[in-house]
């Protein structure tokens, strides 16, 4: 064997890797719609229009965010199926609220051994009679500070007041916290160099669901909770080598992620904030060298339509870096991202 088949060879070897591993990651793309689900309901406690005031109130402690826009969700069926949205309007009954009532909505949880998750919504309606009701049905009042809020005895959930038409439920302390937040008493979690960076990363604003993870200083073992979610992430989006590339090479200090519908595709933007600017150098290049390699594998003959679409997917996707900050923007079929 000459030395020009030995390069042949192996550059096919290295094509077959690469595609081996893009397709092997592309069904866990289909766990979209559970994983969804189970984030949205672990975090509204056993749970839209989102943005500009409830975001203000989040703790300084909330890891993981995700603002719902439940207007869109509930005119999209495929999100409906995704967050599972029947059983959503049976959570929030519990608290006497309905869909129709919700403006905004942001619902977080801080990753650890205790239970510390929360909702923070805001609607059209009158927030103090919502609390009377829940009064009358057995629920406690607990002290904070000058604060007042409310516990159910038969579990963990309490309901607090911030305005008229703002209220706040989870968890005994995350309770408090967005009550000191809400007070000036403590910086809230959107006021840190993180989330401001993050944030400024997402152009969809207007996403039905929008995604942040930004771990804090609680997080026993921070390091390894960022790679870890990073990998989840990236297996979400189809993406799992891209998490073993992030694994070799930094680990995340924070992501948020948008999944915005357009026609019979969903729009997903996705962001990975690194530790340095030289460790975001070198991921933007490593992407942009499988991006370049999926093109060779694209023009394959004897591909499955799936398989095509995988690697389209892969082609097509945009990398940008803004400093430290790696963004990814892509285009996926809604048969691709849900199950049917």
Not at 12 to 34: A, H
Not at 77 to 83: E, G, M, N, W
Not at 128 to 135: D, G, V
Not at 228 to 248: H, Q, R, S, V
């Amino acid at each position: 064997m000459n030395d020009e088949q030995r390069v042949m060879d192996k550059n096919q070897v290295l094509k077959n890797n690469v595609m081996k591993r893009i397709l092997e990651l592309r069904t866990t793309l289909l766990t979209q719609r559970r994983i969804l689900a189970s984030l949205a309901f672990a975090l509204f406690l056993n749970g839209c229009e989102s943005r500009p005031e409830v975001q203000g109130y989040l703790p300084k402690r909330a890891d993981i965010v995700v603002f719902f826009r439940l207007d869109r969700i509930v005119r999209d069926k495929d999100l409906s199926r995704a967050i599972n949205i029947e059983e959503f309007k049976k959570e929030i009954k519990k608290v006497d609220i309905t869909i129709e009532e919700i403006s905004q909505m942001v619902v977080f949880m801080e990753l650890g051994p205790k239970k510390y998750a929360g909702a923070i919504l805001q609607g059209n309606y009158n927030a103090r009679e919502k609390i009377q009701k829940l009064i009358k049905k057995g629920w406690h009042e607990k002290r904070y500070s000058k604060d007042t809020y409310y516990c159910n005895r038969n579990s963990e959930d309490c309901i607090g007041l911030l305005k008229t038409d703002i209220l706040i439920i989870g968890s005994d302390e995350a309770i408090k916290d967005t009550f000191d937040v809400y007070k000036g008493k403590e910086r809230g979690k959107t006021s840190y160099p993180s989330y401001i960076k993050l944030a400024k990363s997402i152009n969809h604003q207007n996403a039905p669901v929008i995604f942040y993870f930004i771990p804090s200083q609680t997080v026993v073992d921070m390091a390894q909770a960022g790679l870890e979610a990073t990998k989840t992430i990236f297996d979400i989006l189809n993406f799992g080598i891209i998490g073993g590339i992030l694994e070799k090479v930094g680990i995340a200090e924070g992501l948020s992620m948008s999944l915005d519908p357009s026609g019979d595709k969903f729009k997903i933007e996705f962001s990975s904030l690194m530790q340095s600017e030289t460790a975001a150098s070198l991921i933007s290049g490593s992407l942009n060298l499988l991006k370049s390699m999926s093109g060779f594998l694209s023009s394959r003959a004897n591909m499955s339509p799936q398989e095509r679409e995988a690697i389209n997917t892969f082609k097509n996707m945009e990398i940008i870096r803004m400093d430290e900050v790696i963004k990814i923007e892509m285009t996926v079929s809604r048969r691709t991202l849900f199950i049917h």
